[in-house]
């Protein structure tokens, strides 16, 4: 007998798993299906934890700020271990063209409501002594943001997700849509078949070929990245430091002290390096361990223990793509979420639960239009 579900979740990873928790909270028979055997083991697993409202645009800061409204409170809500620690991001600036993009941007920034100020040379280096202070020209602080283990994140949404009666299969590859008269009904999967009036695409790094199950074309694509983290050091800083400028091999990079003692950082690789290949390169360390010893050079004692590379979904314009189909009513993308899917996750999911609801707000429909699959995509977030 084929089951039927109020909705169906495509993608057990840092969008899909909050909204199973949101929408089963609210009452709703949910069904979330991943082709992998465990929840977050796509690129969830693979982020470093950043958590910031820090962006560029209205959409990412309103989400950015409510998803760490949600990522402080979620121990006392839930009870669960998230590792949750505020200690906040600085975008430091050496080159004079930085400092005044970054500048610009903090005006910006302010009006949109987030709690970020421009620190100049000698505020930054009382906050954070040991970075470089050679040609450094400032930096901004953003007192809010933070960090907190996609691990513990992602096993705590099953766990509630589970208490609230969502229903979850593993080792399910969704292999197609059923679709009657361009209105979702339902999947199709390795070994079965599952009716809802309401099917979300949160496929990640994959959502480009989910959607094209449904003759949909959204601009996903995997886009490598690769991390690491060192073993544990007495402590010594605490906010994400992360640094802008592109050199001849990268675009940015970025690391923070978790508050466990280790570092962990990640490089953007210039040009980007596309496609589904996760096996660590051995170009990555060399580079990454050489940019962020230039910006804080105590970093050079400390030994590196693993590295691993996942899968950023990129966007052209590097914000998420959320939005219901025109061409297939009941079918959501919520994906293209490049390097930020696990700090948008819970207020993500918040959104797609009031969609489901039809309980949208004004600022959502808003968001939505900034994060609309029908959008040109010819903007540019600024700090991707
Ligand atoms: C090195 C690195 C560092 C990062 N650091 C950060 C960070 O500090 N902060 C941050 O916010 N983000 C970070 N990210 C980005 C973050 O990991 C992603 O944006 C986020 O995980 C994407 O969430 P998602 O739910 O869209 O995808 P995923 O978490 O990948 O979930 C998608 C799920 O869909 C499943 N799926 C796909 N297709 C199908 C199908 N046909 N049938 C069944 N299941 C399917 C997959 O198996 C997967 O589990 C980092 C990424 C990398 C690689």
């Not at 989400?63 to 402080?72: K, P, T």
């Not at 690769?226 to 091999?249: G, K, L, S, Y």
């Amino acid at each position: 007998m084929t089951e039927t579900f109020d909705v169906i979740l495509i993608g057990a990873g840092s969008i899909g798993l909050p909204a199973a928790v949101m929408l089963s909270q609210a009452g709703l028979k949910v069904l979330v299906l991943d082709q992998f055997a465990s929840p977050g083991q796509g690129s969830n697993k693979k982020a470093i934890g950043g958590i910031r409202a820090t962006h560029s645009d209205k959409a990412k800061i309103t989400l950015g700020n409510r998803s760490i409204e949600l990522f402080a409170g979620w121990k006392d809500m839930t009870g669960d271990e998230i590792e949750w620690y505020r200690g906040g991001y600085s975008f430091v600036a050496y080159h004079e063209k930085d400092a005044s993009s970054l500048q610009t941007l903090v005006k910006e920034q302010q009006g949109l409501g987030l709690n970020i100020v421009w620190l100049d040379k000698r505020q930054l280096l009382e906050k954070v002594p040991d970075l470089n202070s050679v040609n450094l020209l400032g930096g901004t602080f953003s007192p809010d943001d933070g960090s907190a283990s996609p691990l513990l994140m992602a096993a705590s949404c099953y766990k509630q997700a589970i208490k609230h009666g969502c229903v979850f299969h593993f080792r399910e590859n969704v292999t197609g849509l059923i679709i009657k008269s361009s209105k979702i009904e339902g999947v199709v999967t390795s070994t079965n078949e599952y009716h809802a009036p309401i099917v979300i695409n949160a496929a990640g790094a994959w959502a480009g070929s989910v959607a094209e199950m449904a003759g949909i074309n959204i601009p996903v694509v995997p886009d490598s990245h690769e991390a690491a983290i060192t073993e544990p050091v007495a402590r010594f800083f605490d906010p994400m430091i992360v640094d802008i400028h592109p050199d001849e091999n990268s675009s940015n990079c970025y690391f923070y002290q978790h508050w466990t003692g280790q570092i962990f950082f990640c490089i953007t690789p210039s040009p980007n390096i596309w496609g589904f290949n996760t096996s660590e390169t051995s170009q990555f360390l060399p580079l990454a361990s050489r940019r962020i010893i230039q910006l804080m050079p105590r970093l050079k004692n400390i030994r590196v223990r693993r590295t691993w590379r996942g899968l950023y979904p990129m966007t052209p314009d590097g914000s998420p793509i959320l939005g219901t189909s025109r061409e297939c009513s009941g079918f959501i993308q919520a994906a293209g979420m490049c390097g930020q899917g696990f700090m948008l996750g819970p207020a993500m999911g918040e959104m797609i639960t009031r969609m489901v609801l039809d309980e949208l707000t004004p600022m959502d429909h808003e968001i939505l239009d900034i994060l609309s699959p029908y959008r040109e995509f010819s903007g540019h977030e600024k700090l991707k």
